[in-house]
């Protein structure tokens, strides 16, 4: 077929590079924008701040879009009806649009209210008018990537996001150069307008790639199997019911961070902090500790999106065991991403945040505290994949509510009382609470037993061999006069190699497993060795 098909583990190979690229791409442009002694942590705020309601509106316009895509074309695509595949990406892409140019307009006209009465910081409103055009492009390229990844083609999906990531951090820094000379929120608006840029780039760049291929997809419509053609009115009743459930759980997650900005910025001001130095310390967390938390979450987001459709389709063949050896590996290499993610974070971040940030290196121990929440968010993205996959479409969500009413009311009680150590313990606490009661539902679901000694306690063995190695490590190279940044370098660099010795020395992966993996017979070699 003209759009490929590719295996689970060729999948997350493909999305995982991309989200590696991209988190890179993205960390470099934060680290420059934020080493602008104009920008610093103010202007992160503002960005932080217009990019958190942003992001809650793709939530509920355009967030469920490509898992609820990538469900349906599977399911249809598994028993063979290629006509029906086609005509819910048709009938999507018409309603999803139409959605997303509403909420567009709506973001535009209400920037002012939604800054100065729900955030309790006026500046905003500039980044909330650039992002809002932003939506349109973001909706329609959510329904051709889902058509892509439901047909279990990751590869343009994944160029796609390149081409973004690119495209958005080259124009953020070249629009906040052209307006160093204005104010912090002025600049943060500049930024974010790279989003809308970017955006509409990627849309084009999908939309080429279908219009190219369109004949072949069509003659292959025209000579497959005969099913009954299902009307557009069923269909938009199912792509509803599929996506609110779907989005459900990305708008849990994007209120819990706008519950943070109304209340912790509020809370900031009556702990004694003028506005301006509440957004100093709020850019801090929205600056500089998210986007390093991030990193494992973009390298284990592969096996989240490849999950749904895999799931979906074994699931539509009634094959419970395959599904159920697929999501046990995929929970299984998301503990050991997740637990020396956090470890190395924990240990190293004042030498993180002086080689990043040497122009704003305060708040390391906000990183310190808030890296904890790697461990569950990260294993909590493979399970709301393997649920939704298996047609539990609303656990997600309701569970992450529960995490997100206990942090508002811990956020309301304790941050004007404590101040901005509170918002990083309670994103911890949120994101515990959600993954442990999705954990005991997964399991329940797949009436199984999970082998926590596998999944868990062998990889924390392994990790806390690690953090005790990388402790050593960049003490020694200290006290025999290794500059503090090279030293940095080379603890991570060595805290990675004894990671995977740790690996082999515990047996946490056997032969089969490694297998699976990309180039797995190579690494299995080179691991006996």
């Not at 960005?47 to 490509?66: D, E, F, H, N, R």
């Not at 294993?379 to 509510?401: E, N």
Request: hydrophobic letters at 50%; charged letters at 15%.
């Amino acid at each position: 077929m003209a759009i490929k098909k590719q295996s689970f583990m060729k999948g997350v190979l493909v999305i995982m590079f991309s989200q590696i690229l991209i988190k890179l791409l993205g960390f470099i442009y934060r680290i420059v924008l934020t080493n602008f002694e104009q920008f610093a942590d103010e202007g992160n705020s503002y960005y932080g701040s217009g990019y958190t309601v942003y992001t809650l509106i793709l939530a509920i316009a355009t967030m469920g879009i490509p898992n609820t895509m990538s469900k349906l074309i599977s399911e249809k695509m598994a028993i063979g009806d290629k006509r029906g595949a086609h005509r819910i990406f048709k009938t999507a892409l018409a309603v999803f649009t139409i959605i997303a140019i509403a909420f567009s307009v709506s973001l535009f006209l209400g920037s002012g209210f939604i800054a100065t009465n729900i955030l309790s910081n006026p500046g905003v409103k500039y980044t909330l008018m650039a992002l809002s055009p932003a939506i349109i492009f973001v909706a329609m390229s959510a329904v051709l990537r889902g058509y892509f990844v439901g047909m279990q083609n990751m590869t343009e999906y994944s160029k796609a996001q390149i081409i973004e990531q690119i495209v958005n951090s080259v124009f953020s820094i070249i629009f906040v150069v052209m307006l160093l000379d204005t104010k912090p929120e002025i600049m943060a608006a500049g930024s974010t307008l790279a989003s809308t840029v970017s955006a509409s780039t990627a849309f084009f760049y999908l939309l080429t790639y279908y219009n190219k291929n369109k004949k072949e997809i069509w003659n292959e419509i025209q000579n497959s199997s005969k099913f009954s053609i299902e009307p557009r009115k069923n269909i938009v009743k199912k792509l509803i019911s599929y996506v609110i459930p779907i989005s459900f759980g990305s708008v849990v997650v994007a209120l819990s961070s706008v519950i943070d900005l109304a209340t912790v910025m509020d809370g900031l001001q009556k702990f004694g902090y003028t506005l301006q130095e509440a957004n100093e310390k709020f850019g801090i967390i929205l600056g500089k500790v998210d986007i390093l938390v991030a990193v494992p979450l973009s390298i284990n987001v592969a096996f989240s999106v490849a999950l749904v459709p895999f799931v979906s389709s074994a699931m539509a063949k009634k094959d419970k065991n395959e599904a159920s050896k697929k999501i046990n590996f995929s929970l299984k290499i998301s503990s050991l991403i997740a637990l020396p993610c956090t470890a190395g974070l924990f240990v190293l971040a004042p030498n993180i945040f002086e080689l990043l940030f040497p122009n704003a290196s305060q708040g390391a121990y906000l990183l310190q505290i808030q890296c904890f929440m790697i461990i569950f968010s990260v294993l909590a993205q493979t399970i709301y994949g393997s649920l939704q996959g298996m047609g539990k479409l609303f656990v997600p969500g309701t569970c992450l509510a529960i995490g997100a009413i206990v942090k508002y009311v811990l956020n309301i009680l304790l941050v004007p009382k404590y101040g901005e150590v509170i918002p990083a313990i309670t994103t911890v606490i949120y994101n515990a609470i959600a993954c442990i009661l999705t954990f005991i539902i997964l399991f329940i679901t797949l009436k199984e037993k999970p082998n926590t000694v596998n999944l868990f306690i062998k990889p924390l063995l392994a990790t806390i061999s690690m953090a005790i190695t990388a402790v050593i490590v960049n003490k020694l190279l200290i006290i025999v006069s290794v500059p503090y940044n090279l030293a940095t370098i080379l603890t991570i660099l060595i805290a990675i190699v004894s990671y995977v010795i740790y690996l082999r020395i515990f047996k946490i992966l056997d032969k089969d497993e490694v297998n699976q993996l990309p180039m797995g017979a190579k690494l299995e070699k080179i691991l006996i060795k």
